[in-house]
């Protein structure tokens, strides 16, 4: 029975495990090539251990306590040959066959027996197969072996025309697997070793179902067209006339004629589907999706669900701005990592809560970079309902590509079965070729010739084009100008404010067109994390356990955290490493605060509309492992500092704020929705003692998708040195608040002219009290002083709002959230939400924290 990877496409939905095989799984490793094949697994003691499909060894591991992050763990998983096996009974209701095996992701280097029979051979981690299985025994069973890659990795290659330094071994560009887990710097995560995609058993339909399909969604004028060719098995071209396609509530009879290999039928079509409504990300409109079908005689086909849309790309001028619709699009989101990067994988609801977060922060573009692997349906299913665009990496990332005929070969059946599953997604915005590729050789000084690439400048884009036909192309990222890594050039892994300690004003100076990925540094979880993962803000900034989870460039004397710590001194004027003596807990605060207010001036500034910025997504989504990485959420899903403060600056509607030196304080605010915004803008100064010394209002109304800016001079009817430019003489305003409220919904942001650095008080009249309102906990928190950075510290719980500033005798309510840590062995929603939640705030320029109370 030979394999037969479908280089075409499958519909969206696939079918389930016939509900009487139930597998139980086990897994069990080896010295590399000790174990020939299933018959010489019989007999002697062998420690097998209990395993999960989909699902991978070093999960399979941690489910027994025996591995955990940080462990170094490349001689364990890559190191040895794994092999994992199940029993199963012949289904008794599913007749006596065929059955076709499906086996979605097998990493990486697998054979497959059933019954002692050789099924198949694979070594691309991503590239699904599908078995067609005669007979089956009253009792089977299915063993699939995972070759240890070490080895394969020591076998002599051809060099490369330049070395990657973040990979441990040249050689892993030949295999199709995850860099995740083999990237030296990067906190370790176990390398994906086994079925880490769904393995199922599933009768042969016995009436009409689809071998391949292509489809497209296209717009013409108002209407939209949806283009299919199916070749379908089990039909026949005498069937024509009754097989009909329906995209929404339109539906059309369609053709049928003889495949050309004689076997089974084509249906080739184009629907038109009159005044369609358009598919927008979600800042900036709805996500109209429509379902598309093909009733086959007495079968009814799901197509999947398609999203019409225009996307194009300028780049005119050195820019890259997408629009959508015709509309251009600012950017903004993250690079995204799965929720479980043991498994690459989540359940469906865990993805959704991380989408959901993405989705509350403003953001409305995630990019799966060429480090990563590619997601499943279900994914996008989701960005596709939630209206986020995805940039998608295909996966290579950092060394020379081969171009050898064999590796040529797989990677385009790979990207066959890959694009060919994001036919009709209305989400897929980018199309990418490899991350890094051409910044490595450039960074090295070679010249352009000895990093050109026919694989991702030929046969990407032509395999792109033809299966995602409209879908703008980018062959890596970065690129653009005379040096790939130009900011002001193309698209950008802008780092000056990061990596590079550039002052915070260069993310203006610069001139970035696209952040692809920015903006890294080692951000510090909650309390509450800290205490799960380390036991108390003590082991910080020196501990191992501490280390091991910060990311760091391969051989570089520095990490992550250093580049934290340099940039607590430009904004606060603190000395991070004199705290973290004295007061670990409040290093760690100012570390968040600083990140904080970095990575939103940097938003805002490329928010603004001067800018020429048109894009930023930050590196990265979420912690691979607990502790201080790059994520904007901890590896346990928790929102970080940078989180909050981005949120206020990245929604559809945001107030923004920005320091223009001798030209005064700019007031802006920018509109991502389809209709007016009309509000009331507020503009109050406070001195020094905390009292309100000067308070402006106006009506405003800023029209669909556009932004408009006030000078604070202008509402205030004269110059007042609000961004301390002149220095006439000491300043009378301590604190600026604008305050926008659009139908009683109020945003705001603060300015301080004297600088961020400010003196701890020991008496700000914090205080906080807890209520619960139609079933949810709200807190709400008041200061009679200014209070800087206020951050609500609650464990069973995740604030809507946080890490924000009040104004001298301001207050701000926070709903909570229940949180479930898996850390903390499943705390329910039900039991957070039943009793008080228990948590203090406390403020950055504030000497003690305060508990919240709960008012009766």
């Known amino acids: 029975m030979p394999p037969s990877p479908d280089d075409g496409v499958a519909p969206h939905a696939v079918p389930d495990l016939h509900p009487e095989a139930v597998w139980e799984w086990e897994c069990w490793s080896c010295p590399p090539d000790t174990v020939a094949g299933p018959d010489a697994l019989a007999g002697g003691d062998r420690q097998w251990i209990p395993a999960s499909v989909p699902g991978t060894a070093a999960s399979a591991l941690r489910a027994q306590g025996t591995w955990t992050w940080g462990q170094e763990d490349q001689e364990l998983l890559d190191g040895r040959d794994w092999w994992f096996r199940c029993r199963f009974d012949r289904p008794v209701d599913a007749g006596t066959g065929p059955w076709q095996l499906e086996l979605d992701g097998l990493a990486t280097i697998a054979d497959v027996w059933l019954n002692g029979e050789h099924l198949l051979h694979a070594d691309d981690m991503w590239l699904a197969h599908q078995v067609r299985v005669d007979h089956l025994e009253p009792d089977n069973e299915l063993v699939l072996r995972f070759a240890a890659l070490e080895p394969l990795l020591a076998t002599k290659r051809p060099r490369p025309r330049w070395r990657s330094l973040l990979v441990r071994t040249q050689n892993i560009r030949w295999y199709r697997t995850t860099l995740l887990g083999r990237i030296s710097g990067w906190a370790s995560t176990g390398a994906p070793v086994g ?274 036909p409209g879908i703008p192309y980018v062959a890596s990222s970065p690129i653009g100008g005379d040096l790939p890594f130009d900011p002001a050039q193309g698209v950008t892994s802008y780092f000056g404010v990061g990596g590079y300690l550039r002052p915070v ?69 603190a000395d991070p490493v004199q705290l973290r003596y004295v007061d670990p807990e409040r290093a760690l605060d100012y570390g968040r605060a600083a990140v904080a207010q970095v990575m939103a001036t940097a938003l805002t500034e490329w928010r603004c509309r001067r800018s020429t910025c048109a894009g930023a997504l930050i590196l990265n989504w979420q912690d691979l492992v607990p502790g201080a990485g790059w994520g904007l959420l901890d590896a346990w899903s928790r929102p970080k500092a940078p989180w909050y403060s981005l949120a206020r600056v990245l929604g559809p509607v945001a107030l923004l704020l920005t320091d223009d030196g001798l030209s005064g304080l700019t007031i802006h605010v920018a509109n991502d929705r389809a209709t007016p915004v009309r509000g009331d803008l507020r503009l109050t100064l406070y001195d020094l003692s905390g009292a309100a010394v000067e308070d402006a209002t106006t009506t405003i109304e800023v029209p669909a998708r ?48 004297g600088g961020s650095g400010r003196p701890v008080e020991a008496a700000l009249g914090l205080g906080a009290t807890a209520m619960s309102v139609k079933d949810q906990w709200q807190v709400t928190v008041r200061a009679e002083r200014f209070a800087q950075w206020v951050a609500l510290d609650t464990p069973d719980h995740v604030p809507t709002d946080s890490w924000f500033h009040l104004a001298p005798g301001a207050e701000r309510t926070v709903t909570l959230q229940p949180f479930e840590s898996p850390a903390r062995n499943g705390a329910t929603g039900d039991r957070a939400m039943d009793q008080p939640p228990k948590g203090r705030v406390r403020a950055l320029n504030g000497l003690h924290s305060v508990p919240i109370v709960t008012e009766r």
Not at 212 to 222: I, P
Not at 723 to 751: K, N
């Open 706 to 753: 556009m932004q408009e800016s006030w000078s604070t001079a202008a509402l205030l009817g004269g110059f007042r040195d609000l961004t301390d430019a002149y220095r006439f003489g000491p300043s009378s305003t301590d604190v600026v608040r604008v305050a926008l409220d659009v139908d009683g919904t109020v945003s705001e942001t603060i300015h301080l002219p």
């Open 505 to 573: 004003s260069d993310v203006r100076t610069a001139g970035v067109r696209f952040a692809s990925e920015c903006l890294a540094f080692a951000i510090p979880p909650e309390p509450a994390t800290v205490e799960l993962a380390f036991g108390s803000a003590a082991v910080a900034g020196h501990h191992p356990s501490w280390k091991a989870a910060l990311p760091r460039d391969a051989g570089a004397s520095w990490d992550f955290e250093d580049v934290r710590d340099e940039y607590v001194r430009q904004v606060f004027g």
């Open 195 to 468: 079925p880490w995609r769904p393995i199922r058993l599933v009768p042969v339909a016995a009436g009409v179902s689809v071998r391949d399909r292509h489809l497209v969604a296209r717009c013409e004028g108002a209407d939209g067209v949806v283009d299919v060719r199916l070749v379908l098995d089990g039909a026949d071209a005498a069937d024509d006339g009754s097989f009909e396609l329906r995209v929404g509530d339109q539906r059309a009879a369609v053709p049928v004629t003889r495949a050309d290999d004689g076997a089974g039928a084509v249906v080739e079509a184009s629907i038109r589907v009159a005044d369609v409504e358009r598919w927008w990300p979600h800042t900036h409109g709805n996500q109209a999706r429509y379902p598309v079908r093909l009733s086959a005689g007495a079968t009814d086909i799901d197509l999947g669900t398609v999203g019409f849309r225009t996307v194009e790309v300028d780049r005119g001028d050195g820019g890259f701005t997408l629009s959508v619709n015709g509309t251009p699009i600012f950017c903004r989101g993250a690079c995204w990592v799965p929720p479980d990067i043991v498994t690459l994988g989540a359940p469906p609801g865990v993805v959704r809560g991380s989408l959901e977060r993405l989705v509350e922060a403003g953001m409305n573009m995630v990019r799966i970079l060429g480090y990563s692997s590619y997601e499943d349906a279900a994914f996008w299913d989701l960005c596709d309902e939630l209206g986020i665009l995805v940039w998608q990496d295909c996966m290579l990332a950092t060394f020379d590509p081969p171009e050898e005929p064999t590796f040529v070969a797989t990677l385009s059946t790979e990207l066959r079965q890959v694009f060919g599953g994001l036919q009709g997604r209305p989400s897929l915005a980018v199309v990418c070729g490899s991350s890094d590729t051409y910044q490595q050789p450039a960074m090295y000084g070679l010249s352009s010739d000895r990093w050109h690439s026919p694989l991702l400048e030929e046969t990407i884009p032509g395999l792109a084009e033809r299966l995602l």
